[in-house]
């Protein structure tokens, strides 16, 4: 039943680490969010892919990227992960147009040791 | 981009109270979401309401668009309620644009 999935759940990774993250949709939808949600904030917009074209929001540090390499799947890569960084990790989706609603998945919670 | 304020921050309530929730923005916006985020951190979507009025058992929601505000109800609360209740807007009619948060509110229903 689930629609817009990530993966794993819970990530623990070291101090300057590489680590990806990854979320999948069944529901064909054009555009993948990703959005990072520090402890007690709200969401916060990284970057989205409107099918293949990548969008970054001008504030997501370099130390941010991410790879789409079909409809169904997204990965977040973190390529050296300070403490800084941990968070909840949250993947969307749409379908663009004019049907703007977007979909959550559960959500990566990312801890830096 | 566009500012969201949400009010009010906190809100503590008895079981079977009404409570209503506000969402201010800076722009005219052409999405606009409501989300209870559960224990785990998962966005559950409420509403969909760029404009109008939408109702889905014990929860309503109403966007004036024209006024730039959004409002909540949940009427008979239930502890099950609890939680951070955001909105979000976005002001690319084709959805590509991503959604602005705003900082939430904390509901609290004790029995």
């Known amino acids: 039943d689930a629609m817009v999935i990530q993966n794993p759940r819970y990530q623990v990774t070291q101090f300057g680490k590489p680590v990806t993250l990854s979320c999948s949709q069944t529901?064909?939808?054009?555009?993948m969010y990703w959005y990072q949600q520090k402890s007690s904030q709200a969401p916060k917009l990284l970057f989205h892919?409107?099918?293949?074209?990548?969008?970054n929001e001008a504030d997501t540090p370099d130390n941010f990227q991410s790879r789409r390499p079909n409809t169904s799947f997204c990965f977040l890569d973190i390529r050296s992960p300070g403490l800084g960084d941990a968070a909840m990790y949250l993947c969307?989706?749409?379908?663009?147009?004019?049907?703007?609603?977007?979909?959550f998945g559960q959500g990566t919670r990312l801890t830096v040791v | 981009g566009i500012q969201v304020e949400q009010s009010p921050p906190d809100l503590i309530l008895q079981e079977g109270a009404n409570s209503t929730l506000r969402c201010n923005f800076s722009?005219?916006?052409?999405?606009l979401q409501w989300f209870h985020q559960n224990p785990w951190g998962q966005l559950i979507n409420l509403f969909y309401?760029?404009?109008g009025t939408k109702q889905n058992g014990r929860l309503s929601a109403t966007t004036v668009a024209t006024e730039r505000y959004s409002l909540l109800y949940i009427s008979s609360s239930q502890t099950t309620d609890s939680g951070v209740y955001f909105c979000?807007?976005?002001?690319?009619?084709?959805?590509?644009?991503?959604?602005?948060f705003g900082k939430g509110t904390h509901l609290i229903i004790q029995p």
């Open positions: 969307a989706t749409s379908r663009g147009g004019l049907d703007t609603e977007a979909f």
């Open positions: 529901l064909n939808h054009n555009v």
């Open positions: 892919y409107y099918d293949k074209d990548f969008n």
């Open positions: 722009d005219s916006v052409n999405n």
């Open positions: 309401i760029p404009s």
């Open positions: 979000a807007g976005g002001e690319d009619g084709g959805g590509a644009d991503g959604l602005t």
